[in-house]
């Protein structure tokens, strides 16, 4: 039995097919470890990657440096829907122009999760406030596409790749810890920290509804205040700017 690293791993997968791999190496590979993330080969030949936790979240000044250095409209898009929402991203990528409610700052999610041991067949859609100012924006999205379109962003493995890159570009040393789920998660700690200080009139059932969490969920996944220095509770207020104010 033989481990690879996570460099290891890496490196075998730039140039070479998992099952050419397999075959070269004559290896029965088990999951390695290294900073937060476990992978490996199925015995299909497919490769895998898991993260320790989907806990970690990112604090507001960090994901401002992140944010700002952004190229590229898809990635934009894709990232100020996902922290001005806490949507997962397949529900953001089915927004049209007509979800938007400009009038009332709110959002229609017509996609949504299944939940297949509840048994549902087909998501419920859930309509959940914005800010006015992600309101304009969506709205400027949609002005320069055709009539019609879906908001238009990164596929999913895009937009994690976009979020390790863009974090390692801010200083953060382990990128492996995080995804596009991990967004959700500060979008959730921005409104529970903001909630508990008094800044925006918002509570746990509500962050609840606007996630589709239960309650233990958010018991698990959510941070105290004291986490977070004044500083980035001052860009937490600007990134959500109105929204429950």
């Not at 009332?104 to 406030?129: D, F, Y």
């Not at 709205?139 to 976009?162: D, H, Q, V, W």
Request: charged content about 30%.
């Amino acid at each position: 039995m033989v481990e690879l690293t996570h460099d290891e791993y890496t490196e075998l997968m730039k140039n070479q097919k998992p099952k050419n791999i397999i075959k070269r190496l004559d290896l029965s590979l088990s999951p390695s470890e290294k900073e937060g993330l476990r992978v490996g080969i199925k015995s299909n030949g497919k490769p895998y990657s898991v993260r320790e936790h989907r806990g970690s979240w990112i604090m507001p000044v960090v994901w401002k440096k992140f944010y700002d250095n952004l190229k590229g409209k898809k990635a934009i898009k894709t990232f100020d829907a996902l922290i001005n929402t806490g949507a997962r991203i397949n529900e953001i990528r089915h927004i049209e122009e007509r979800d938007i409610d400009e009038e009332r700052n709110t959002l229609t999610l017509r996609v949504t999760k299944t939940k297949a041991r509840k048994g549902e067949t087909k998501g419920k859609p859930r309509t959940i406030p914005i800010s006015s100012a992600f309101a304009k924006r969506l709205r400027k999205y949609f002005r320069e596409m055709p009539t019609g379109s879906k908001l238009g962003i990164l596929s999913t493995p895009g937009a994690n790749m976009a979020l390790k890159k863009g974090l390692v570009n801010v200083g953060i040393d382990d990128p492996y810890m995080y995804s596009i789920h991990n967004v959700r998660k500060s979008h959730g700690n921005y409104l529970k920290i903001l909630g508990n200080l008094g800044i925006m009139k918002v509570d746990a059932m509500e962050i609840c509804l606007r996630l589709e969490h239960d309650y233990n969920t958010f018991l698990s996944n959510y941070g105290s205040s004291g986490v977070m220095s004044s500083e980035d509770v001052q860009t937490a207020k600007m990134i959500l700017g109105d929204l429950y104010s």
